[in-house]
């Protein structure tokens, strides 16, 4: 039984709920960062919670400290809060995906009500024009930008970066203007644009955008780039194309929309990622646009907006928003549903931020008593609600890469460890109902993502995957699976390449599981005229030869050298 455990949580105030924001091994460090999430002034409390975990595993909480944050002033009503802004070092950053999402999300309502995208506000003279003459509006998106991406560079002054958006701004107008001196026509489908641009990329953008501005609905807009996308000439320039319709992913009327009829907020997050993934089947209400972006996604031509939905999903199972608004009780059961659907033995769909958003989610919804739980009793909480031990492991990996699992430090590799140490059985790693290749190949997999994961230490991985390796071996024991590929009764040749392939399949760990197999069709190998022994035993002795050379191929093939 493990010692007593002493960590420090940083939690922050959103709509009435404590929220996880940090964890740390150290209390003057959760202090330190919880006075600059103070500073900042995005929460209304923030406070550090001290965890002890007993030795018999109960837990203690005490807050020792715990802030009021006083209100911002009122801020500019068109643009929203924003946490942080990428950085853009030079003129062509800011057309870029990082850069054009953040636009989307800082001016929201302006683009809503004027209907254009980040991209046609960046490439249309008229509507940068437009957009600067909307009062103070520019001056206030390039200060909150600024004074972002300042601190995050660790600059206390901002007029450095101020200055710099202030100059790239009028560089930007400039290249806009340029294009419409030289009065360009509106190409009437994507080949026009692609000719009309030459193979730059500025202006196969700004002949883009004059198309998209004639149409005045979002799904007017995301229609023809899904048509634009069916042509020869959206094919071999798809990433453009691609960058618009992530942008056109942003506002949240469309994601509505498009989704069709949505239960709750659960359900509608699983659509996305059925989407993204290219298996979704349109709801009711939604549109053909939908079937047409799941034949893209499942294409793989959509790269750029399956990021930028997928950080809408990371986003939402991190927030606060009920999954099952509607009806509270079902709160757990949509959740425990969505984390199947995220969470299986291969991967955390979304990698390490998801599962850290999933962490954070968990830590509010699986306490029956409704409010937020520590960090490692959520954790243990998650674990049980897992279906088994390789999913348990998959999620216990894939967190120790995210940043909320970094800063769990030995809490979680404490955890991980107890998971491996006490499934001793295959039957605590896989189901049962499962075919033993199945059951193999699925523990084997679970051996592999351990020794591979790139944030565990070496001795620490070994360890635990000798330990996997000792699961199968049982198992193959305990089963007599070696006995039943290499049968007694059956001709030579037909036990000896059955075993040879058995080994080769993939199924066993690299380790004691492996060797032992392999040590059966050494055995075979090494008796007295093993050769003369296996052509005689062929179906068919006129092909003896032949079925001799196939098998020392297959040997080789399978790692016998």
């Not at 018999?56 to 643009?79: C, M, N, R, W």
């Not at 750029?304 to 939402?316: F, H, I, P």
Request: contains cysteine; proline residues 5%.
């Amino acid at each position: 039984m493990s010692g007593p455990k002493t960590s420090f949580e940083v939690q922050v105030m959103e709509d009435k709920h404590w929220v996880i924001a940090e964890m740390a091994g150290d209390e003057e460090k959760a202090k330190a960062f919880a006075e600059s999430i103070a500073q900042a002034g995005n929460h209304s409390a923030v406070r550090v919670v001290k965890d002890y975990q007993r030795i018999d595993g109960t837990h203690t909480e005490t807050v020792v400290l715990e802030k009021q944050i006083a209100a911002k002033g009122p801020s500019d009503p068109t643009l929203a809060n924003i946490t942080d802004a990428p950085l853009c070092a030079e003129l062509e950053d800011f057309y870029g995906q990082p850069s054009r999402t953040t636009i989307g999300k800082l001016l929201r309502k302006y683009l809503d009500e004027a209907l254009i995208t980040p991209t046609e506000l960046l490439h249309d003279a008229k509507e940068m024009k437009r957009f600067g003459d909307k009062g103070n509006l520019l001056f206030g998106a390039i200060d909150k930008v600024s004074s972002l991406q300042a601190k995050a560079a660790g600059d206390e002054n901002s007029k450095a970066r101020k200055d710099f958006l202030d100059k790239s701004w009028e560089q930007l107008q400039a290249r806009a203007k340029e294009f419409v001196g030289k009065k360009p026509k509106t190409p009437a489908n994507f080949a026009e644009a692609v000719k009309g641009s030459g193979g730059d990329p500025f202006t196969l953008r700004a002949l883009m955008v004059m198309a998209l501005l004639e149409k005045r609905s979002w799904f007017g807009k995301l229609d023809m780039l899904i048509a634009w996308a069916a042509e020869p000439a959206g094919e071999a320039n798809m990433s453009v194309i691609d960058g618009v319709i992530a942008d056109l992913m942003v506002p949240a009327q469309v994601i509505q929309d498009l989704l069709g009829f949505q239960s709750n907020l659960s359900a509608a997050l699983c659509t996305i990622v059925n989407l993204v993934e290219g298996k979704a089947e349109a709801a009711k209400f939604a549109p053909q646009t939908f079937t047409d972006l799941n034949t893209l996604f499942a294409a793989g031509r959509l790269p750029l907006t399956r990021e930028v939905l997928m950080a809408r999903v990371m986003r939402e199972i991190g927030g606060t928003n009920p999954l099952s608004r509607n009806d509270p009780d079902q709160e757990f059961e949509m959740f425990h549903k969505m984390l199947h659907r995220l969470v299986d033995k291969d991967s955390v769909t979304g990698g390490p931020p998801l599962a850290e958003s999933l962490l954070q989610r968990g830590s509010r919804v699986l306490n029956s008593g409704g409010a937020t739980v520590a960090a490692p009793q959520a954790l243990q909480l998650m674990l049980g609600a897992l279906s088994d031990g390789c999913v348990r492991l998959q999620f216990l990996l894939t967190l120790c890469a995210s940043s909320l699992g970094k800063s769990m430090g030995e809490v979680l590799t404490e955890v991980l460890d107890n998971h491996v140490r006490r499934s001793k059985h295959i039957d605590q790693w896989i189901a049962v109902r499962l075919p033993p290749p199945q059951r193999m190949a699925a523990l084997t997999a679970a051996n592999k993502a351990l020794r591979t994961c790139p944030v565990l230490a070496d001795d620490f991985k070994k360890a635990l995957a000798d330990l996997i390796d000792d699961v199968m071996v049982r198992y193959l024991t305990e089963e007599g699976i070696i006995e039943k590929v290499d049968k007694p009764d059956d001709p030579l040749a037909a036990r000896a390449v059955r075993l040879v392939k058995f080994c080769g399949a993939g199924v066993l760990i690299e380790g004691k599981s492996l060797n032992m197999a392999k040590a059966r069709v050494i055995e075979h190998l090494r008796q007295k005229q093993f050769e003369e022994k296996f052509v005689a035993s062929c179906p068919d002795p006129s092909q003896g030869e032949k079925s001799l050379r196939d098998f020392h191929k297959l040997l080789v093939e399978c790692g016998f050298g």
